[in-house]
């Protein structure tokens, strides 16, 4: 059974950074396309960015490219999500889990979800 740990959340000025970081407690965490997502209150989760197990690849929804940038460190097990110039809209409980199969952009796609960590973007 995997478990995956999310860290690095907190509360930022709008135009800050943050580095949100994801460590899986995993063998074959080296297999495994991770992905981020997030949850805002009162909406549906969605898909943030996705980076292949060779980190050669990576995906991004339209709402965070050119800000965000995931990476992944397969010797430490870890995933990375370095969220630059923060907007208020960003503000969400965000989530790493590992692909299984399907949609890239599906949360259905994903399985071993993290418990969250949250990050609030002030005005």
């Known amino acids: 059974q995997a478990q995956l740990v999310e860290s690095g959340g907190g509360l930022v000025q709008a135009g800050g950074s943050l580095r949100l970081s994801c460590v899986a407690s995993v063998r074959t965490f080296n297999t495994y396309t991770m992905g981020w997502f997030r949850q805002a209150p009162g909406k549906e989760r969605e898909f943030v960015a996705a980076i292949t197990w060779s980190g050669g690849t990576s995906y991004y929804a339209d709402s965070v490219k050119g800000r965000f940038t995931i990476s992944r460190d397969n010797i430490k097990n870890t995933v990375y999500l370095q969220m630059n110039s923060l907007k208020p809209e960003d503000t969400a409980v965000y989530y790493c889990?590992?692909?299984?199969?399907?949609?890239?952009?599906?949360?259905?796609?994903?399985?071993?979800w993290g418990q969250g960590t949250q990050v609030t973007v002030s005005s």
């Open positions: 889990a590992a692909h299984i199969t399907g949609a890239i952009i599906s949360r259905d796609s994903y399985n071993y």
